[in-house]
């Protein structure tokens, strides 16, 4: 197992940097969040703070095996798979967070937990391959193009679109593996190919997308630099000629707006009821 190096800790430990987190839901599924607040404490442990409510933090109890993508503003990636043990309210972490100046200076909220995972896997630093993401990105706006486009169900609505079709946002999707981990892994070059599907050309980490066997249930969560945010959910067509370019396609059937301050399902749409008792 690749152990977290001391100078790992230390570049981690910083409050600008993105961190992805895989949860498991109830069932079996990956929900992806983002936790800019995860990094190494220890060669071979992980924590992450705290500050607002979500689906993930309830996911963790339930279920302890997660995955995670930490990437540093020097396009440096550490990915892998971790098992969730405890949470604290205090503690050497809690002052750490604590005293970051996100939340030393923020009169209305802090960190209020800190939570721990062990260390099962991980790939170790590497860099994100730039050359082969913007390759990709080409090559996926190809596809796009070129691609017959469906039109119904109206799952992505136009403001999905413009996120996804931004070429410098931050897209990654995360499936489960056979060892009952989910799996991250950064796919920048995705886009929203119509009205119900998401679709990345091969490019970085071909391998790795390439050993995902067709009909899995994929989580796909896109976010901006502006702290703007959305996870779906479908499932995973594989790798297949999406206008002769070999692309991975996902049919997007369940999306969550993770963006405060009301994190909730948008699609399929809830159902509105009247509020008849007070």
Same mark, same amino acid.
């Given at each position: 197992m690749?152990?977290?190096?001391?100078q790992?800790?230390?570049?981690?430990d910083v409050e600008?940097?993105?961190?992805? &987190?895989?949860?498991?839901?109830?069932?079996?599924?990956p929900? %992806?969040?983002m /936790?800019s607040? =995860?990094?190494?404490?220890?060669p @071979?442990?992980?924590?992450?703070g705290?500050?607002?409510?979500g689906?993930s933090?309830?996911y963790v109890l339930?279920?302890?095996?997660?995955?995670?993508?930490i990437?540093?503003?020097?396009?440096?990636?550490?990915?892998?798979k971790?098992?969730?043990?405890?949470?604290?309210?205090?503690g050497?972490e809690?002052?750490n967070?604590?005293?970051?100046?996100m939340?030393?200076y923020?009169?209305y909220?802090g960190?209020?937990?800190?939570?721990?995972?062990?260390?099962?896997s991980?790939s170790?630093r590497?860099?994100?391959?730039?050359g082969?993401?913007?390759?990709?990105?080409?090559?996926?706006?190809?596809?796009?193009?070129?691609a017959k486009?469906q039109?119904?169900?109206?799952? &992505?609505?136009t403001?999905?679109h413009g996120?996804?079709?931004? %070429?410098?946002? /931050?897209?990654f =999707?995360?499936y489960?593996d056979a @060892?009952g981990?989910?799996?991250?892994?950064?796919?920048?070059?995705?886009?929203?190919l119509?009205?119900?599907?998401v679709?990345?050309a091969?490019?970085?980490?071909s391998?790795?997308?390439?050993?995902?066997?067709a009909?899995?249930?994929?989580?796909?969560?896109?976010?901006?630099?502006?702290m703007?945010?959305?996870?779906?959910r479908?499932?995973?067509?594989?790798i297949?000629?999406?206008?002769?370019?070999p692309?991975?396609?996902v049919?997007?059937?369940?999306?969550?707006n993770?963006m405060?301050p009301?994190?909730q399902q948008?699609?399929?749409?809830?159902?509105?009821?009247?509020?008849?008792?007070?």
């Amino acid at each position: 197992m690749n152990l977290f190096t001391e100078q790992d800790i230390r570049d981690l430990d910083v409050e600008l940097k993105v961190g992805i &987190l895989a949860t498991v839901n109830p069932l079996g599924e990956p929900h %992806l969040t983002m /936790l800019s607040s =995860i990094r190494p404490y220890a060669p @071979d442990k992980l924590v992450w703070g705290q500050f607002t409510e979500g689906l993930s933090k309830g996911y963790v109890l339930d279920n302890p095996n997660c995955g995670f993508l930490i990437m540093s503003l020097d396009k440096q990636l550490w990915m892998g798979k971790a098992r969730y043990t405890h949470n604290l309210k205090q503690g050497p972490e809690m002052e750490n967070y604590n005293n970051l100046a996100m939340f030393r200076y923020n009169a209305y909220f802090g960190v209020h937990t800190a939570h721990y995972m062990d260390l099962v896997s991980q790939s170790g630093r590497q860099a994100l391959p730039m050359g082969q993401v913007i390759f990709a990105a080409i090559k996926t706006i190809l596809a796009r193009s070129l691609a017959k486009k469906q039109t119904q169900p109206k799952v &992505l609505n136009t403001w999905i679109h413009g996120l996804f079709n931004k %070429l410098d946002n /931050l897209k990654f =999707i995360s499936y489960m593996d056979a @060892d009952g981990f989910p799996v991250v892994l950064p796919v920048i070059q995705a886009q929203a190919l119509d009205s119900q599907r998401v679709v990345f050309a091969l490019g970085a980490y071909s391998q790795e997308l390439r050993k995902i066997p067709a009909g899995v249930r994929m989580a796909v969560f896109g976010m901006s630099f502006d702290m703007e945010t959305v996870l779906m959910r479908g499932d995973f067509a594989g790798i297949q000629p999406v206008a002769g370019i070999p692309s991975g396609v996902v049919s997007i059937d369940w999306v969550y707006n993770s963006m405060p301050p009301v994190a909730q399902q948008i699609y399929p749409p809830l159902t509105v009821e009247a509020v008849r008792e007070f």
